[in-house]
């Protein structure tokens, strides 16, 4: 099975809806938080797929010019979406 779910898109990675800072993104946060927070970056089912599958997930900006070099080597780049929501 996948590794990882590249998922990219025209922002940053997820935005955290409950801070004051309008452009805030979680640099890590778990599939369970997502929910809880009702920050639903792609389609649910997908969403719960990768979840119920332990694939995480990696949001961020195809736009930016580098940015898929990074998602494919593993940098931190966007949003990193998994079961645990703590960086290791």
Do not use: W
């Amino acid at each position: 099975h996948a590794e990882v779910v590249l998922k990219g898109t025209n922002v940053d990675g997820v935005y955290d809806c409950h801070s004051r800072d309008n452009n805030a993104t979680f640099e890590h946060i778990s599939f369970r938080e997502l929910g809880s927070r009702g920050a639903i970056p792609m389609d649910s089912t997908a969403l719960s797929f990768c979840d119920e599958n332990s694939i995480p997930v990696v949001v961020f900006n195809l736009l930016e010019p580098g940015n898929i070099s990074k998602a494919i080597c593993g940098d931190q780049v966007g949003t990193f979406i998994d079961r645990t929501g703590r960086m290791s």
